[in-house]
């Protein structure tokens, strides 16, 4: 599948503190992905980017759609200790089979209270 | 409600024997897949199945079998092959070649040998 890098691999915050963290690719996406999964637990969808340029809100969460259709970024404002969790970034590919998922390696939160 | 249950969320398995990873959605999904993810690490897919009665293998299949003989259920059997099968499985479901739209995961299995 299609490779997808995600920036910084982890992170440890101060409760309270802005987050940014982006996925970068060498191809081009139609639709950008984000997931939080919370430990012990499976990936949960968090915001949907289908359009290049398009900036999405989900509470405290802004996702962005990079106008190259090569990246997408996602940041989090006034982090709480609930944002703990992994971010995955994912984008859909064409292979023989159909239309797949690919995921990013993710991103760690920490967050200090 | 609609949704993604696997079982069981723990499970123990000693050296040498298979074991079966439930997978159940009534979501009236198409595709069902499994993927494996190890401590820190992301999620590297193992089956998946787009129609019933018809599977592919992904990245790493080695070691794993699956069947799909319902459209609602994909269970996963680790078998006696697979040299380090400790490690979070996570199963998942979408509407058929619309991934746009994204997965709908379940609550995964932590499959420990011991």
């Known amino acids: 599948g299609q490779q997808l890098n995600q920036s910084p691999q982890s992170m440890f915050i101060q409760e309270g503190e802005d987050v940014s963290m982006n996925c970068t690719s060498s191809?081009?996406?139609?639709?950008w992905l984000w997931y939080k999964q919370d430990p012990g637990e499976g990936p949960v969808l968090l915001i949907a980017?289908?359009?290049?340029?398009e900036l999405t809100s989900n509470g405290r969460l802004t996702a962005q759609f990079g106008i190259t259709r090569k990246d997408s970024f996602l940041n989090i404002s006034a982090s709480i200790p609930s944002d703990v969790g992994i971010y995955f970034c994912?984008?859909?590919?064409?292979?023989?089979?159909?239309?797949?998922?690919?995921f990013g390696g993710g991103t760690r939160l920490m967050v200090k209270p | 409600d609609g949704g993604i249950t696997q079982s069981p969320k723990y499970l123990f398995r000693k050296e040498g024997q298979n074991v079966t990873l439930s997978c159940e959605q009534n979501?009236?999904?198409?595709?069902m897949y499994w993927y494996r993810q190890d401590p820190g690490q992301g999620l590297r897919l193992i089956y998946y199945?787009?129609?019933?009665?018809?599977?592919q293998k992904g990245d790493i299949a080695e070691g794993y079998s699956v069947s799909r003989e319902k459209k609602e259920s994909f269970p996963l059997t680790v078998t006696s092959a697979q040299k380090n099968p400790t490690a979070f499985y996570l199963c998942?479901?979408?509407?058929?070649?619309?991934?746009?739209?994204?997965?709908?995961f379940g609550s995964g299995t932590r499959l420990t040998v011991v």
């Open positions: 998942a479901s979408s509407i058929v070649a619309d991934a746009n739209y994204g997965y709908t």
């Open positions: 191809s081009i996406f139609n639709t």
């Open positions: 980017l289908y359009k290049a340029g």
């Open positions: 994912a984008g859909p590919y064409l292979n023989n089979a159909g239309n797949m998922l690919t």
């Open positions: 979501l009236n999904h198409d595709a």
């Open positions: 199945s787009q129609i019933v009665n018809d599977f």
